[in-house]
């Protein structure tokens, strides 16, 4: 079976809600098991909000899914100033203790180790991160 939705929002955090909700409707119509729905909803929910709250003069972000028998394709993008969240964004010092980590990258890291593939690219003006989670994994 192959499932696909799309969405443009507004990059507002009352907006947000509207992707979760494709995501359960597309889980729900491609029987998706509950801890996909939830990696690709925290995943989407913390770029948005990134996006948000650090993507300057974006307009609009855009969240287009596709699934098969095998994966959940997801991109993301905005036209927002150029950010590349996998060269870009600090690693975090996942070993120091919690009062002398630096602020940010966890989310980041977060989407790196929910999903099974990462890319990003600028084209047409747009930052485009595209990720593929497998459904056996």
Known sequence: ??????????PTLDQL???AAIVEDLGEQDDWPPDLIFKVNLVLD???????????????????LDADADEVR?????????FDPLTDAMEPDLDASLEDRAIG???????????????????????????????GG
């Open 1 to 10: 079976m192959s499932a696909s939705a799309s969405l443009k929002i507004a």
């Open 17 to 19: 809600e509207r992707i």
């Open 46 to 64: 913390e770029l948005s909000v990134n996006i948000v709250n650090y993507g300057g003069e974006a307009s609009e972000i855009e969240v287009s």
């Open 74 to 82: 997801v991109e993301i993008s905005d036209d927002g100033r150029p």
């Open 105 to 135: 990258g966890l989310g980041i890291h977060l989407v790196r180790e929910m999903m099974d593939e990462l890319h990003y690219s600028r084209e047409d003006g747009k930052n485009r991160l595209a990720m593929v989670k497998r459904k």
